[in-house]
Nanobody
Framework: QVQLVESGGGLVQAGDSLRLSCAAS????????MGWFRQAPGKEREFVAA????????YYADSVKGRFTISRDNAKNTVYLQMNSLKPEETAVYYC?????????????????WGQGTQVTVSS
């Protein structure tokens, strides 16, 4: 069982940056592929980024490539999402998730464990 707790959300203006953190309560954090997803009001949850066990491989949604960076610190059981040049349409609840496959998967149903989410609001 893995418990995930996100933090770092907030209200920012368009063009600003924000860094989200997700702390995991497991002794085997390095055995999980981690992902970030987001869900805007009235929309389905969508993939944002994923990172491999070691952090050596990452994968991004096309919409965030070049602006967002996912990283992890296995010593701290934490995964991060650095978000730059934020846009109003990226206002959403951001979730981190964990799965045990070595593949960088993008589907909601590929992930076994989810955090409660953190709200990110980008004003224009």
């Amino acid at each position: 069982q893995v418990q995930l707790v996100e933090s770092g959300g907030g209200l920012v203006q368009a063009g600003d940056s924000l860094r989200l953190s997700c702390a995991a309560s497991t002794r085997t954090f390095s055995g999980y592929t981690m992902g970030w997803f987001r869900q805007a009001p009235g929309k389905e949850r969508e993939f944002v980024a994923a990172i491999s066990w070691s952090g050596g491989r990452t994968y991004y949604a096309d919409s965030v490539k070049g602006r967002f960076t996912i990283s992890r610190d296995n010593a701290k059981n934490t995964v991060y999402l650095q978000m730059n040049s934020l846009k109003p349409e990226e206002t959403a609840v951001y979730y981190c998730a964990a799965q045990m496959s070595s593949s960088l998967r993008v589907g909601v149903y590929d992930y076994n464990y989810w955090g409660q989410g953190t709200q990110v609001t980008v004003s224009s």
